[in-house]
């Protein structure tokens, strides 16, 4: 910085000295102030107010000490040098405010700027411009503005002038937006860009037009955020039906559910009518798979997790993944000896694998084969193959492959990235393996691929292996018996009927309500008799929670559980001001009968 300031201080030196020599060629004529003058413009011009002011100092010594008379002739003389450098330093460093304002708002205008003569031609352009059409300004410096800028139409193929010379002409701004292709410099390096275009005239003081300014705004960037944005909306709106459709799915499951196992309950083990309630129930817990599928994907359910057998779960989706793949496509299971158990959600298991195989699928358009094989592992330590932030320890190995296309490396760095795909726009949500990737990481698990071009796609799942044995699902057990009064409360006529027969038939007194205006009422009029309150969550007219929150003022030691198709998670606008107590559906005649005996006795803290 300091040499700088020197070099500028040698600068301004030299320059009066120039000065000097001028003035003293002039032969102290009374025009050898003007020398003087020009060293003060020059110097204020190149090095700002400062230079212009150690112009006038420096010059002002020596026209006293050199080119002036001493007398009051030669003092006015200098005077006028010192009131005149300090006008030219003052005016030129406004000048060069003015200008400097000028280059910093400009260099802030990230969208292409130029400006033309009253003729079309190109008198000025800023960065962005030089990079968008691919030419520097001192190249398209006084050239006609069609010479630079080149569009054609996307659909026809059109050129398309930029209307510069309209609005030269006319006077009056033009603007418009369009899908065009623009041809860098006229070379054919052309950019698909959907760009906005303004041309407004440019004015002097009396209102001739002087010249126009064209600005052109890609628009390619704001249109793929919108395009996402849009993608987004349209997702989350289809959560929201998914998750309507399942809470109304559930209720109709619980009603198919709880009266194939009353059925099934009724019958004696060497009736043959039990196996067709097997079979009912056998279907309505599929069914109940679908809509944790489906809650999943609305994000109105948290991970239900239970002890599985990783063999059974890809046994039982075998069936599913024939169809879904189609007949050109075999599909081959490799099942790891011995019973594999992992600790995970089996909707999500089953999400994991539908997902890969529908990548598969479209990565084997004209058919090929699908393999799936499990295995158990132990990664020590120093595993040379251990996926990376994965602990030492004993996992189960699902390995999924095909023999499809394949992928190169960048589309292998970007696979599991939300909304990235190459099936092409409109094809695919890019949704499906971001999905597989959150839930192997919810897990505790991880994920790798390894794929080439040409030669298939290997994804290498690691889930941590479970010790625990499965849990046994009880069947014609009947629940445990009562004599308490319990108010029930829910919209849906089935699930409502269905409860008040299992409590019915275990002994104890029901009263229905349909919704929860009727069941505050009826919960008012005799509050003293009631043992528990057990209200499903949506309903119309007042919804469960708002309802338990009323019997909580009214009775705070009021004992109520919740039922829910949407697990531990409330739709939205229903937040939980505190944890609550979910029977969730659908659910089995003995479970509901075993959670509310836990509840009466106390075992379950449900105080609304």
């Not at 959907?194 to 300014?213: K, L, M, W």
Request: negative net charge; glycine residues 10%; contains cysteine.
């Amino acid at each position: 910085m300091r040499f700088k300031r020197y070099q500028q201080v040698l600068m301004v030196l030299g320059l009066s000295s120039v000065a000097l020599a001028a003035a003293l060629w002039l032969r102290w004529t009374g025009d050898a102030v003007l020398p003087f003058l020009a060293a003060v413009f020059t110097s204020a011009w190149f090095f700002g107010l400062q230079g212009g002011l150690t112009a006038i100092a420096f010059s002002s010594v020596f026209a006293l000490l050199v080119t002036v008379p001493p007398d009051a002739r030669g003092g006015v003389q200098v005077a006028e040098l010192v009131v005149f450098g300090f006008a030219i330093s003052w005016f030129v460093e406004r000048a060069h405010e003015h200008a400097r304002r000028f280059r910093s708002i400009v260099a802030g205008i990230s969208d292409a700027f130029i400006a033309t003569d009253c003729e079309g031609r190109v008198s000025w352009m800023n960065e962005p411009a030089e990079t968008l059409l691919g030419v520097s300004f001192p190249d398209a410096e006084r050239r006609a503005v069609e010479s630079i800028v080149h569009f054609r139409d996307q659909q026809t193929g059109k050129p398309v002038e930029p209307r510069v010379k309209e609005v030269l002409k006319g006077g009056s701004p033009a603007a418009g937006a369009r899908r065009l292709i623009l041809a860098r410099n006229g070379q054919g390096a052309e950019v698909d860009a959907e760009v906005e275009q303004t041309i407004a005239p440019i004015r002097d003081e009396e209102g001739h037009i002087t010249g126009a300014v064209l600005t052109i705004r890609d628009m390619t960037r704001r249109r793929e955020a919108e395009d996402q944005l849009s993608r987004s909306q349209k997702m989350d709106a289809l959560a929201r039906l998914a998750g309507g459709v399942a809470g109304d799915f559930n209720n109709l499951l619980t009603v198919i559910t709880g009266y194939g196992e009353m059925l099934r309950g009724e019958l004696v083990p060497s009736n043959p009518l039990g196996r067709f309630a097997d079979e009912i129930i056998f279907a309505s817990d599929r069914a109940a798979a679908v809509t944790r599928q489906l809650m999943a994907f609305s994000r109105l359910q948290s991970p239900q997790t239970k002890v599985l057998d990783l063999n059974a779960s890809i046994a039982s989706a075998e069936t599913m993944l024939r169809r879904l793949l189609g007949e050109s496509v075999e599909v081959v299971t490799i099942p790891g000896p011995g019973v594999l158990r992992v600790k995970a959600d089996p909707g999500q298991i089953e999400q994991v694998i539908v997902n890969l195989a529908m990548n598969s699928r479209d990565a084997m358009p004209h058919g090929g084969k699908f393999m799936i094989e499990t295995a158990a592992v132990d990664l020590a330590a120093d595993a040379p193959h251990r996926p990376e932030g994965l602990a030492p320890g004993g996992y189960l190995l699902l390995t999924v492959s095909d023999t499809g296309d394949g992928m190169d490396t960048v589309t292998q760095s970007r696979l599991f990235e939300p909304f990235f795909t190459t099936k092409g726009q409109g094809k695919s949500t890019g949704l499906g393996l971001s999905i597989v990737y959150g839930i192997v990481k919810q897990s505790g698990g991880d994920i790798g691929v390894y794929s080439q071009p040409g030669h298939g796609t290997i994804f290498e799942i690691y889930l941590p292996r479970c010790r625990e044995q499965e849990a046994a699902v009880g069947r014609n057990v009947r629940g445990p018996r009562g004599t308490e009064t319990i108010l029930v409360a829910d919209d849906d006529d089935g699930v409502r009927k269905l409860v008040h027969a299992v409590l019915a038939t275990s002994g104890y007194t029901v009263v229905e309500a349909a919704d929860g205006k009727e069941a505050l009422a009826l919960f008012r009029a005799g509050a003293e008799k009631f043992g528990m309150v057990l209200t499903d969550v949506v309903m119309p007219q007042m919804n469960g929670f708002e309802f338990g929150n009323l019997i909580a003022e009214f009775a705070p030691e009021q004992k109520v559980l919740y039922m829910s198709g949407f697990r531990d998670s409330p739709p939205a606008g229903m937040e939980r001001e505190r944890p609550r107590l979910f029977l969730h559906k659908p659910f089995t005649p003995d479970l509901l009968l075993a959670r509310v005996r836990e509840v009466l006795d106390g075992k379950l803290d449900a105080r609304g």
